[in-house]
């Protein structure tokens, strides 16, 4: 196994000639992925400018420059872009450096992602006054189940805030926070999977009768049944943890269920029948032969439901105001205009998920390689 | 005694075209220790016959033994190995892995494992690749570790159905000859289906010529050749001889149909 390949590509060149070869793919490999992102960042700034018109006339017509139309009132009604066009010079100044735009331009997110995770986090070493105004609120906060008044809105932010894995300003720490149910979710989400995807294909009782309620349970909104999960769960005393998971599960058994019947049927009838010929019991044949030749299919649906995962993680944090994850953070932002903190939400979840199915693709690779299904 | 024996096999597949005759009257003993040969154009049901046999399928009339019970309890009895066309071995188990399966299914412990495992290799000249992945042997290499894989478990019958159909002609005059050789060695009864009339000729004690539309025996020829045969033997007039009763066989075969 160790062996490369003879028509493996660099195979008849020494570690020195593969480095120039890979060298020499590079700009070829590269070029196209960095002319689309700058394509799409060099759009997204055009874009801020209409977006962000309104607010940006505002600035300008409080600090006396002339404007047209001259006031908020009859600017209210008109389209960002005929704005910008009448007022080029202020659109264009005022756009990208709004406290809360509309739309937020793209180094502002970095810098609010670089600030919240690798960064100096704000708020540590402020004076009292100017930590206030850090303070995480608390959204949507239903009233006080005995005495019905309504609960404080704000939760005092750690004393300790230089750490970046425990401060509340810090995305990590919420990431992380998320990053709990998103695993544990997609652990009971792929077992169930996987044992609906054996009992589908080894019973036609289960084929009939399961399938059909797997595609229907995936019709249903997530955001209808999440506040019904937590608040049952709720109920009996499960609070945290266990709902999240249980969300994120929900999402993420059902393309592990489809991926898995795919490939546990994959085995070729020729196959099927030597392990008949060796008179193998049903068990046998699925250890020996249907699991792991549906390994690849197996991957595949992986990375699916881990991605499905986070989001069902995400939007468990939705209903219950829950004040820690990434789902709390978009909730905040959303609640307090903060448009550029739920961009960052935003992208944390989706850098999340990437390094997540990178690090299911690199496991997919290393064991197809080892298993001989792909080299 | 005979090994195998069919009275009057039936066997009609029901399809949305109407019913398919893939065996029609089919009758036909083989004795233990007998090479057969079964040859035919496609549809004649060879294949099919030596599915009923292994019990993969189940014949609609008439009676089949294998060692005097049921193709299905041969087939729980472990009586047979069978080799496909293609060499079905794994890619995620070695070639050593791969022999060994049959006897992990059926329990033998691991010392009687590897012990069977190596003997069997050898017999096919294969046991310095039993560390080797499938995919690192040549096709006919492949095709000679799943003849080892079927012999591991010392069934007395071997089903080979076209076992060396995909192979070239070099590599196959060479595993016609080892073949023959194995056979004498283990002195195993084998039914083997083929496309090609000198593989038939070389190989048999019998030939069951068949013929399709419905699947029928035309003709079922014993072989004087002697059991030692060498490759050259193929060049003899008793050889020529009986290629041309195969050939004049399958000829009144299709013209009937």
């Known amino acids: 196994m160790t062996d490369t390949s003879l028509n493996a590509s660099g195979a008849a060149v020494g570690r020195s000639g593969r480095v120039a070869l890979w060298l020499r793919r590079l700009p070829r490999t590269v070029a196209p992925v960095v002319t689309v992102v700058a394509a799409l960042i060099a759009l997204w700034y055009v874009a801020c400018i209409p977006m962000n018109a309104q607010e940006s006339l505002l600035a300008a017509e409080r600090a006396g420059a002339e404007v047209t139309p001259a006031t908020a009132a009859e600017r209210r009604g008109v389209g960002g872009v005929s704005l910008a066009i009448a007022n080029p010079a202020a659109a264009l100044s005022g756009a990208l450096g709004q406290e809360r735009p509309r739309l937020p331009a793209p180094h502002q997110i970095v810098a609010e992602l670089w600030q919240t995770t690798a960064g100096h986090l704000d708020g540590c070493g402020l004076a009292e006054e100017e930590r206030d105004r850090l303070v995480i609120p608390l959204p949507f906060l239903p009233g006080d189940p005995v005495s019905g008044e309504a609960r404080a809105i704000s939760t005092p932010i750690d004393e300790d805030c230089a750490d970046i894995f425990t401060s509340r300003r810090s995305l990590v720490f919420h990431a992380g926070l998320t990053l709990a149910p998103t695993l544990l979710g997609f652990a009971i989400g792929s077992a169930l999977g996987i044992l609906l995807a054996v009992g589908i294909v080894h019973s036609r009782v289960m084929d009939l009768s399961v399938m059909p309620w797997a595609i229907a349970s995936q019709t249903i909104p997530i955001l209808a049944i999440a506040p019904m999960i937590i608040v049952v769960f709720n109920s009996v005393g499960i609070q945290g943890l266990l709902p999240k998971s249980i969300i994120s599960a929900y999402l993420s058994f059902f393309p592990v269920t489809v991926g898995m019947v795919k490939g546990l049927r994959a085995p070729s009838p020729a196959d099927l029948d030597l392990m008949r010929t060796w008179n193998a019991s049903g068990l046998r044949t699925l250890i020996s032969l249907r699991l792991p030749t549906s390994l690849p299919y197996l991957f595949a649906s992986l990375k699916v439901a881990i991605a499905a995962a986070l989001v069902g993680a995400i939007i468990g944090e939705l209903p219950t105001g829950a004040v820690r994850g990434l789902g709390a953070r978009l909730l905040a932002g959303s609640y307090y205009g903060q448009t550029i903190q739920i961009w960052s939400a935003l992208f944390g979840a989706a850098i999340v998920a990437a390094l997540l199915v990178a690090t299911l693709s690199m496991i997919e690779r290393a064991t197809l390689k080892q298993m001989g299904l792909q080299r | ?257």
């Open chain 2, 1 to 257: 005694m005979t090994t195998i024996s069919a009275q009057s096999l039936d066997l009609t597949f029901q399809t949305a075209d109407g019913p398919v005759h893939a065996l029609r009257d089919v009758s036909l003993n083989v004795a233990p220790g007998e090479f057969v040969s079964f040859i035919g154009p496609s549809g004649c049901g060879k294949t099919t016959f030596l599915r009923c046999v292994a019990a993969l399928e189940t014949p609609t009339g008439g009676t089949l033994q294998v060692n005097g019970m049921t193709p299905d309890e041969a087939r729980r009895a472990r009586a047979y190995g069978y080799v496909f066309q293609a060499a079905g071995l794994y890619p995620w188990r070695t070639i050593g892995k791969n022999v060994s399966l049959p006897l992990e299914i059926m329990g033998y412990d691991r010392a009687e494992r590897i012990e069977r495992m190596h003997r069997v290799l050898e017999l096919v000249e294969l046991d310095q690749f039993a560390n080797k992945y499938p995919w690192q042997l040549s096709g006919g290499m492949q095709q000679r570790a799943s003849i080892a894989r079927a012999l591991a478990f010392d069934a007395d019958i071997l089903l080979m159905d076209e076992p060396f159909g995909a192979l070239d002609e070099i590599v196959r005059d060479r595993l016609n000859e080892e073949l023959l050789d194995l056979w004498a060695r283990t002195q195993k009864t084998i039914l083997f289906v083929t496309h090609s009339i000198p593989e038939a000729v070389y190989l048999s004690t019998k030939i069951v010529v068949m013929s399709p539309r419905p699947g029928r025996i035309t003709d079922v020829i014993d072989s004087p050749l002697p059991r030692d045969r060498p490759l050259d033997i193929r060049d003899t007039p008793e050889f020529l001889e009986i290629a041309h009763r195969v050939r004049e066989g399958l000829r009144e075969g299709m013209e009937a149909a």
